[in-house]
């Protein structure tokens, strides 16, 4: 079946292209493509309405968009194989369901390294504070992370892959330890850091990544491939230095222990679990494959809303930074 008269699309992710402002870059599991940007610009505007329950004639009248011009869009993203096809599952083979889960999670990957709080800070988007809160947020993050890989691999009966699982948690035990490095330089004690609690979104993206991790073991190198480091040098390492001294006007070595922990994470590849395990990754029914892959965008856009509880909480007058539990003496 092809979403075609009641146009409903595969996932597209759009942008400006940074060589050419009249040129927007299209990305989808089929590959990337540039658009003329008249036609991407009034493609977004009726996009929202293609969730399979608008013709194209509905379409039109609600978007106040020629209907010709609506079907010229959608016949020219058909050929480029945008458009929703839904066939037997059955014929599905294992590659075929690996290969389009992987390339979803590489995908999901490049739109959070693009849209990340910390591209931002380091242009000189924010406060120093929100700086602190992304620190903050971070160390919670990093420190709670192996308990989810750990209750994954405690979920598999599979002995190797509780094995791959296992060194994963060892290799990530204890990286909280560079993101207090760059606290204390800021001002924070280890104590004041340490007995604090993460913003509920952050808390939010643990619980759900650890959710998914307990239900699909294998789902661990799914999500690894979506947040770990995938690039590190050492002039990138030199690019961050230079907007803290040149955008945020701080010492260039506040950020030093990120800085290492991301050339750690680079060292470890665990990005490319998804190739070492990819055995594992195999689902009873296609319905599993769109649970888990439902979760992961949902993982994802949930670093979106983090992006926004941050800038909000941190800069906010009078909220506690570091954040504070609340308990029972303290109601």
């Given at each position: 079946m092809k979403y075609i008269e009641k146009p409903k699309f595969i996932h597209n992710l759009w942008s400006v292209f940074e060589e050419d402002p009249n040129v927007y870059s299209l990305r989808?599991?089929?590959g990337y493509f540039e658009v003329n940007k008249d036609d991407a610009e009034i493609f977004l505007?009726?996009?929202g309405l293609c969730t399979g329950h608008h013709t194209q004639e509905e379409i039109a009248r609600l978007s106040e968009i020629p209907r010709e011009k609506i079907s010229n869009i959608i016949q020219a993203l058909d050929e480029i194989e945008c458009l929703r096809v839904e066939s037997n599952s059955k014929l599905l083979t294992e590659y075929d369901i690996y290969q389009k889960v992987k390339t979803a999670c590489e995908m999901w990957s490049e739109q959070l390294?693009?849209?990340?709080l910390f591209n931002d800070i380091l242009n000189g988007d924010h406060s120093i504070q929100?700086?602190?809160?992304?620190?903050?947020?971070?160390y919670h993050y990093i420190k709670q992370f192996p308990g989810c890989?750990?209750?994954?691999?405690?979920?598999?009966?599979?002995?190797?892959?509780?094995?791959?699982?296992?060194?994963?948690?060892?290799?990530?035990?204890g990286h909280e330890v560079f993101i207090l490095s760059c606290l204390k330089k800021l001002g924070f004690t280890e104590e004041e850091v340490t007995q604090s609690i993460p913003l509920v979104s952050t808390q939010s993206i643990l619980n759900m990544i650890q959710n998914l991790f307990e239900k699909y073991p294998c789902s661990v190198a799914l999500v690894a491939r979506v947040i770990e480091a995938d690039t590190y040098s050492e002039d990138i390492a030199t690019e961050i230095r230079n907007a803290l001294e040149n955008n945020l006007n701080i010492e260039r070595d506040i950020l030093d222990g990120l800085i290492e922990h991301m050339a750690v994470d680079y060292s470890l590849g665990h990005a490319e679990l998804i190739h070492e395990l990819r055995e594992f990754i195999l689902f009873p029914d296609i319905d599993d494959v769109h649970?888990?892959?439902?979760?992961?965008?949902?993982?994802k856009h949930a670093f979106d809303v983090q992006k926004l509880e941050i800038i909000n909480y941190y800069t906010h007058v009078g909220n506690y930074v570091p954040r504070q539990k609340v308990d029972f003496f303290g109601v």
């Open positions: 989808t599991s089929k505007k009726f996009r390294e693009d849209t990340h929100v700086l602190k809160g992304f620190l903050l947020e971070t890989i750990q209750a994954g691999r405690n979920s598999t009966d599979i002995q190797p892959l509780k094995e791959k699982l296992d060194i994963y948690y060892q290799q990530e035990v649970y888990v892959l439902n979760s992961i965008h949902d993982i």
